[in-house]
């Protein structure tokens, strides 16, 4: 098929110019910085990993309740909604700051 778009068959068979990729240069710099990217993107899953328990332990709760639970029960798992939540604020914190202590520090680099 020819038309205003030139053979079809070859234009999706011919390969592209090489060329380097947009952020090769920045990969350079974020070499450098690997193991705090590693942290943080764990850090990152970890606390929305957390997070993502507590509207199970709510469902858990109001079972619970539903069947008559003891409230030293219903008190263990609220208590445990608490340190979930905790724990999800301390690697949001983590990542928070690995996160952005390492781009500062890419900022100060590419500046220089």
């Not at 199970?56 to 109001?62: A, G, L, N, S």
Request: net charge positive; no cysteine.
């Amino acid at each position: 098929m020819s038309g205003a778009y030139g053979n079809r068959k070859t234009r999706l068979t011919a390969t592209p110019p090489t060329r380097p990729g947009r952020f090769d240069r920045i990969y350079g710099y974020l070499r450098g910085y690997r193991g705090y990217l590693i942290f943080g993107g764990i850090s990152v899953i970890l606390a929305n990993g957390f997070l993502l328990i507590n509207p199970y332990v709510v469902k858990v709760i109001f079972d619970r309740l539903e069947a008559g639970a003891q409230s030293n029960e219903i008190l263990k798992l609220a208590l445990l909604m608490v340190g979930l939540s905790a724990v999800a604020g301390f690697f949001r914190f983590m990542m928070r700051r690995t996160i952005i202590w390492m781009s500062r520090r890419l900022e100060y680099d590419l500046r220089g």
